[in-house]
């Protein structure tokens, strides 16, 4: 199995440009998590998904952020406008509901730089 | 809220065991430890869970004690690249993916 793929690893961009992160979640796992990690911060939840569908996105910080998972094997975040602030780790994570261990597998990350 | 206490830091030697502790003095009957480490710049990693019955897999020990208020992550013969931050997590086990709410850890040193 390739684990949680992630895509760009790296990204930098100028702040006002729009950004989009990309997931691709383990085959047969039907929830999906985005998480943010900075210094200041920590690793924080930003939004989950159950078989694709948006089930708490509370821990979205703005409005400029928005998530999509049109399938059960992608998903993206996506910041428009960014801003210096958006620099960070952002992670994905995935898992299979209703059985096994309950245990989230997490991708390698997007470093997102914003200047 | 994390509700889980750990020490900010630790170092152990190379081959020795590490014993990485955990308060979890609030914890309900229903929700289990879970033991995560994120080596740098890497995404964090699952390690084990458990109950209340002591567990053991092929990278770690996890020993809760009787009343559940604590438990320690035994790495029993810690290597350079186990050298990462190791996160406690108290949550309950359940069926809506719920998420993980990941405290600051504690940061493992191993020396050679």
């Known amino acids: 199995d390739a684990g949680v793929i992630q895509s760009p690893r790296h990204e930098v961009t100028e702040m006002g440009q729009e950004v989009t992160l990309r997931c691709k979640p383990i085959?047969?796992?039907?929830?999906l998590f985005w998480y943010r990690q900075t210094m200041m911060r920590g690793l924080e939840l930003l939004i989950y998904?159950?078989?694709?569908?948006?089930?708490?996105d509370s821990g979205m910080p703005e409005d400029r952020f928005s998530a999509k998972m049109p399938n059960a094997s992608f998903s993206t975040l996506k910041i428009q406008p960014s801003e210096p602030r958006d620099s960070a780790v952002y992670f994905c994570?995935?898992?299979?509901?209703?059985?096994?261990?309950?245990?989230?597998?997490f991708g390698p990350g997007t470093r997102l730089t914003v200047l | 809220d994390a509700k889980t206490t750990q020490p900010p830091s630790m170092d152990c030697a190379e081959g020795r065991a590490a014993n990485l502790p955990c308060n979890h003095s609030?914890?309900?009957?229903?929700?289990?430890v879970y033991w995560y480490r994120q080596i740098h710049s890497q995404g964090p990693q699952y390690i084990i869970h458990?109950?209340?019955n002591n567990e053991t897999n092929e990278m770690a020990s996890l020993i809760i004690t009787e009343d559940r208020k604590s438990s320690t992550l035994i790495l029993p013969h810690a290597t350079l690249r186990d050298t990462a931050v190791y996160y406690c997590i108290v949550r309950e086990r359940d069926n809506y993916g719920q998420n993980f709410v990941f405290g600051p850890g504690t940061r493992l040193s191993v020396l050679p």
């Open positions: 458990g109950l209340k």
């Open positions: 998904f159950n078989n694709n569908v948006p089930i708490d």
């Open positions: 609030t914890i309900s009957g229903n929700e289990y």
């Open positions: 085959s047969g796992h039907n929830s």
């Open positions: 994570a995935s898992r299979r509901l209703a059985g096994g261990t309950d245990t989230q597998y």
